[in-house]
């Protein structure tokens, strides 16, 4: 959505969608906003409590089933799983997801690596498609005057215009966006901590190819899980980049991340995003 910086600040019912990758800073201007005036909508917990509740749940099970003793007790509804999935505790959908290579590292076969990618995908189009919805809900069931969706990292690799366009329409977005500096920073960041990523299916396809070649190996499974994420984060984030600033000089606005920082109270924040969009008005 596309305003003039006045109407902005004028807004009564502001809604403003976050864009960038992790670290960038998306979880601390949340957490600067007034939790009584605004909704958090977070589309990996949208995504964990309805779009993958049920596989993330089956995945746990199959892992308990493996175990004499929890195989039991399940089998006879003595005791019930339940992921405990939290705005601030996503690890059930990173574990879902998963990581490819060797299954006897920890690793996913290739197919069903990709079965979950496609189903992490869909869903996280849904929750985006959701976001209309869940504003006049916040709205209307809840009292919340203002509404922050602070998407995932891979929302520019969806290919749903739909989902994007549902954003586009009903959000300002902002982009924050990391300098050379801070890029390479979080590289080293999440290199020195490999989690669960998305790739599209595409650049997956490229990356791996190039990665067997380069490494000896004949198959996904012989990948060491850790080392592969480590080896393709740097790639993936080089790849988003031009689609995060493109997004953004379409349709939304972009800060630089490091001044995100200096955001402690909610005047911080509606200034940042009025000062973003007045350098680049539509």
């Known amino acids: 959505m596309r305003m003039s910086r006045e109407d902005f600040l004028r807004w009564p ?114 929750a985006m498609c959701d976001v209309a919805d869940f504003i006049d809900k916040a709205y209307d069931i809840y009292g919340y005057d203002h509404f922050l969706n602070d998407a995932g990292g891979s929302i520019v690799e969806l290919d749903d215009p739909e989902a994007l366009q549902t954003l586009i329409d009903h959000t300002v977005i902002l982009y924050l966006q990391a300098g050379p500096d801070m890029e390479e920073e979080l590289i080293r960041r999440a290199v020195s901590n490999p989690k669960p990523l998305y790739y599209r299916e595409e650049f997956l396809d490229e990356k791996l190819a190039q990665y067997l070649q380069q490494e000896g190996l004949s198959s996904a499974e012989e990948i060491e899980p850790d080392l592969f994420v480590r080896w393709i984060f740097p790639h993936l984030a080089r790849h ?33 995003v009025a000062g973003a969009i007045g350098a680049h008005p539509g």
């Open 13 to 126: 019912r502001k809604a403003v969608t976050l864009l960038g990758m992790s670290g960038v800073g998306k979880t601390h201007l949340a957490n600067r906003l007034p939790k009584t005036n605004w909704f958090h909508y977070s589309g990996d917990y949208r995504i964990g409590t309805k779009y993958l509740e049920e596989a993330i749940l089956d995945n746990i099970k199959r892992q308990a089933m493996q175990v004499d003793f929890l195989r039991d007790l399940l089998r006879s509804d003595s005791i019930y799983i339940a992921s405990n999935i939290s705005v601030h505790n996503l690890d059930p959908v990173s574990t879902f997801l998963g990581k490819l290579g060797n299954p006897a590292l920890g690793g996913l076969p290739l197919e069903e690596f990709k079965r979950r990618q496609r189903l992490h995908a869909l869903a996280e189009s849904a």
């Open 240 to 272: 988003r980049r031009p689609h995060y600033e493109a997004l953004a000089s379409a349709h939304g606005y972009t800060v630089n991340a490091r001044d995100v920082a200096a955001v402690e109270t909610e005047d911080d924040f509606l200034q940042l």
